[in-house]
């Protein structure tokens, strides 16, 4: 009977999929190279990935965006084969893991204000305190006197106090965007400081939570009159307005990996040996006061083997060819000095590895 | 009499309307999940992996080849699993194992799916350190397995006991009068009540999540995560690219036909089930 | 059904003990679950202890864990569901029992049953791109310009949230109260019905009096079905509720459930938060498993069938 035979074929499909022989022809077995972890650099990952793969073709990236928090949960558990993460990892997690982790910046973004407010011409102009009073509550109308006061040029589309209500959207997940997004604030306003702080996820006053930068854009793309913190990518990908944010030298900037760039070059010289560096509210003329790196974390001491060989020669193309790709995508490249000193800290690595 | 007569049409009537206010939520999907999936639809949709974020374009065959993958890898334990528990409660009604596996097998249906993830993720995620096919599979069956066990109990339940009777009449052991004689003779309900349970079984997202997880990769392996095409269409569903929205109606698309398919393949074959 | 006598040989034992190892299979898995749950659970309690556990809040990066917000929010979203659902599955059910032609009736049966047969997951897309949308536009804004002095429908409007979450849900119970109530409708007996006919009643009243009056525990029996099917209800609802461990009076916003809590955040937990997921699946299971129970005795006490 033929309908058993497709039963059949169906309840050892498995079995089948499992054997060698499929493997050998259209179900390949690759080499998979596994991460997990910032849904923020995910684009240009997921990009880097293909590119790679296609002239490596035995090697499979296969890349969880589920967050920061839970792609260095994943490196130290050792369920991966590399970590992704925005904010460096704290002294505290670095104890937990069993050998030395590198942090390796990969490239930097901008965490932007991205709103939806129907009738503004130009990009709307926000303060760090403003900021921080929106997501603390205490400025729950768009037609505030604060937002006004930064803003005139908007009144009339701002519009009357009993306009719509400002609906906050925030992460709902661990997450470095949060990180960078809350230190900001944190060194922008003293309530914030003392009401919220600063870390991967937050006891937040207000709003909804979105899962992953997907999710905060999603609801932002779906709720007029919304405001939430997303990765500049995100925004522009789906082309929603970014605010200008006010920099330590009161200038009003628009996001861009040029002005993520300016921030970067201004903090060079305090980047430390380990690269776990802050690049908010960097002094620097030009510079978006929202900017941060992004890593992605391996361990120092891999064993030697096809999978060391597989993700140190990703990461060296990575700094190479890859930063090339980061403009295009809306991330800013690495400033050439510091792609040096990256490269002599891997090579160093290597070397380490090699001893016996 | 003439308010009351007016009040009585208005009851029932009242009554109609609510009535087919239940429907308007099925009719609802129905038009959105087709009229939007439709055009998703192609050939490479069927075919392909997924683009890199943000392009346009791919598809999520990886997620359907994942989703039969784990459908067969959960029929091949809870079939036999849950045909054998089904004749134990239905052929040996009177032992006390046969009791007590009654109360169990319902416990365990009305467990939440969430919870059977939950399970199978401190089973197997955890110790082994990764999300597999393998944990995804044993979550399937704790819902496929009771559900099986049930209807098999039903349908032969609906054997008449002559049946029974004259197998044993002829000096058959017991083994053999139900093997050969009950199980072959309700083959056909035991098939259909293994497809609804499939059907069912189908659509589970929440018992996925975290033990098959997702992949953007073919099958790699039984010890590898897996894309399934309902957990493709959270991950979409919840994304804000148009084109992953797109994706996820295709998805739901080729989910409904499947499992309303199935029911309605059913209800037109199957002849009716005898009351009582 | 009564078993009949059996002559012991050696096939018959060898296929009756193989069917024993299958029960014990089915007993180990249950035990299981509840070890496991356990296992996965303890550490919670022994590192931040039950009072942080019952708190009201939840954030795990300040070793915060209370469930207590995940709680309300299941329990508030499947009361919700079972509010707007109830009134819709009598009607449904007095409807298919009394009311529609034998034909009408079936096809009205089968569709109310293709409403159980739509995955969860298909629920959660059109609620997120349909009902939200309608709810956040149309629905919401009026409550508010007309209710909005009481406190559950007041606050900012985003769609997302308990009132969603409930909407949603009542949809997928229906099927299950609908079902539970045709069954009891049908065993209401026919000289009843006639009887209060014959007193000169109305056929409104006699479905009134007659029917739903006679089965009022019949009906609640349907309820505690649907609700203990509303409380474990995940992916729908992880979709629409907003994710916001948050008590909040208005039905406007996000909440979070025991099941959605399980679902958005296990992926990425890690240690005590894990830990802590693991209670809050414990405690779900402990609400259902005592749902269950109470089912079962009320069906035993009751004697209506399903």
């Known amino acids: 009977m033929s309908m058993r035979g497709i039963l059949q074929g169906f309840l050892l499909l498995p079995v089948f999929l499992q054997s060698g022989e499929v493997r050998a022809g259209w179900l390949e077995r690759k080499l998979m190279v596994n991460g997990a972890g910032a849904t923020f650099p995910y684009p240009l990952y997921s990009r880097w990935f293909a590119a790679y793969e296609k002239e ?22 050792q369920t991966v084969d590399f970590g ?73 589309v701002l519009g009357s106090p009993d306009d719509p209500d400002i609906l906050v959207v925030h992460r709902a997940d661990g997450s470095g965007t949060t990180s960078i997004f809350s230190e900001y604030l944190s060194k922008s306003s003293e309530e914030w400081k003392k009401k919220v702080g600063k870390g991967s996820a937050l006891r937040w006053p207000v709003g909804i939570g979105g899962k992953g930068n997907e999710g905060v854009t999603s609801f932002i793309k779906q709720i007029p009159g919304s405001i939430g913190y997303v990765e500049l990518v995100f925004a522009k990908t789906l082309k929603l307005p970014v605010a200008s944010v006010r920099n330590a030298k009161g200038e009003f900037i628009e996001p861009s990996p040029r002005s993520v760039t300016l921030a970067a070059e201004g903090a060079l010289s ?72 990256v490269m002599d800290r891997l090579a160093r690595s290597e070397q380490e590895s090699s001893r016996p | 009499m003439n308010a009351r007569h007016w009040f009585n049409r208005l009851f029932i009537s009242g009554i109609c309307l609510l009535a087919l206010f239940a429907l308007v939520p099925l009719f609802s999907v129905l038009f959105y ?86 399970f199978a993720y401190a089973l197997v995620v955890r110790p082994f350190k990764g999300f597999s096919a393998h944990a995804g599979a044993i979550a399937l069956s704790m819902i496929m397995i009771p559900l099986v066990a049930r209807t098999t109990e039903e349908m032969l339940k609906l054997v008449p006991r002559s049946v029974r009777e004259a197998g044993l009449a002829l000096g058959l052991p017991k083994a053999r009068v139900i093997l050969s004689i009950i199980l072959k003779g309700s083959l056909r309900s035991l098939t259909v009540g293994v497809i609804l349970a499939v059907a069912r079984i189908a659509g589970e997202t929440a018992p996925l999540l975290f033990t098959a997880f997702a992949s953007q990769h073919w099958f790699q392996g039984l010890s590898e995560p897996l894309a399934s ?16 929205h797109a994706k996820a109606w ?27 | 059904m009564k078993d009949i006598p059996v002559e012991k040989n050696l096939v018959d034992l060898f296929f009756r003990r193989t069917l024993y190892g299958f029960a014990v299979l089915a007993f180990l898995l249950l035990g299981g679950l509840f070890v496991f749950l356990i296992d996965l659970g303890l550490p919670a309690f022994k590192e931040v202890g039950l009072g942080n556990l019952m708190s009201l809040e939840w954030n795990p990066p300040l070793k915060s864990f209370g469930i207590l917000p995940f709680i309300y929010g299941t329990l508030v979203s499947s009361l919700l569901a079972l509010v707007f659902s109830t009134p819709i599955s009598v009607a449904a059910a007095l409807f298919l029992t009394e009311i529609a032609p034998r034909r009408i009736g079936a096809v009205f049966g089968f569709l109310v049953e293709m409403l159980a047969a739509i995955p969860s997951v298909v629920y959660g897309l059109w609620g997120l791109f349909v009902v939200i949308p309608w709810l956040r536009t149309s629905v919401e804004p009026f409550l508010r310009k007309s209710l909005g002095f009481i406190p559950l429908f007041s606050g900012p409007i985003y769609g997302v949230g308990m009132l969603a979450a409930g909407l949603i849900l009542a949809i997928m119970i229906t099927p299950t109260i609908t079902a539970i109530c045709k069954e009891v409708f049908g065993a209401v007996p026919r000289p009843l019905k006639e009887g209060v006919l014959a007193l000169g009643s109305t056929r409104s009243e006699m479905l009134w009096i007659g029917v739903v009056s006679s089965s009022r525990s019949g009906i609640l029996g349907g309820m505690i079905l649907g609700l203990s099917r509303a409380l474990g209800e995940t992916m729908a609802v992880t979709m629409v509720i907003g994710n916001t461990a948050e008590i909040s009076m208005s ?35 402990l609400i259902s498993g005592c749902l269950f129970l109470f089912l079962r005795w009320s069906l035993r006490k009751g004697g209506y069938s399903r």
Not at chain 1, 320 to 336: I, K, V
């Open chain 2, 250 to 276: 295709g998805g739901a698309l080729i989910l409904i036909l499947m499992v309303l398919g199935l029911n309605l393949l059913i209800r037109i074959f199957l002849p009716r089930r005898k009351d009582g």
């Open chain 1, 84 to 156: 992704a993460s925005d904010a460096p990892m704290s002294d505290e997690q670095l104890k937990k893991a069993k050998s030395p982790i590198v942090h390796v910046p990969a490239t930097m973004g901008a965490v932007v204000l991205s709103y939806q407010k129907p009738g503004l011409k130009s990009p709307l102009k926000l303060s760090g305190e403003v900021i921080a009073d929106i997501f603390l509550g205490k400025i729950s109308h768009w037609a505030d006197p604060r937002i006004v006061e930064l803003n005139p040029e908007e009144k009339a």
């Open chain 2, 229 to 244: 095409i309902p957990v493709q269409i959270y991950t979409y569903a919840v994304s804000p690219y148009e084109d992953w």
């Open chain 1, 270 to 341: 305090a980047i430390p040996d380990d690269f776990r560096a802050s690049i908010t509210l960097v002094p620097a003329t030009g510079a978006y006061p929202i900017s941060s790196f992004t890593y992605i974390l391996v361990y120092d001491r891999m064993p030697k083997g096809p999978g060391r060989t597989a993700l140190y020669g990703f990461l060296d193309w990575a700094l190479r060819r890859g930063q090339e790709m980061s403009p295009g995508l809306n991330y800013a490249p690495l400033p050439a000095p510091l792609v040096k000193r």
């Open chain 3, 251 to 285: 039905l406007f916003a996000p909440h979070q459930t025991m099941a959605s809590a399980v679902a958005s955040e296990v992926a990425e937990a890690t240690g005590v938060h894990l830990s802590a997921l693991g209670v809050v699946g414990l405690v779900l299971l």
């Open chain 2, 33 to 118: 999940v087709i009229s939007h999936g439709a055009s998703s639809l192609s050939f490479e949709f069927f075919t392909s992996l997924p683009a890199p974020v943000g392009e346009i374009g791919g598809g999520i065959g990886h997620a359907i080849l994942g989703s039969v993958v784990l459908i067969s890898m959960c029929s091949l334990i809870s079939i036999p699993l849950g045909l054998g528990m089904g004749i134990l409660l239905s052929e040996y009604s009177q032992k006390p194992v046969s009791r007590v596996l009654g109360v169990v097998v319902e416990l365990l249906s009305s467990i939440p799916s969430i919870v059977v993830g939950l």
């Open chain 1, 56 to 77: 490596h073709p035995t090697l499979a990236f296969n890349y969880q965006s589920i967050g920061s928090g839970g792609g260095i949960r994943q490196l130290l558990d």
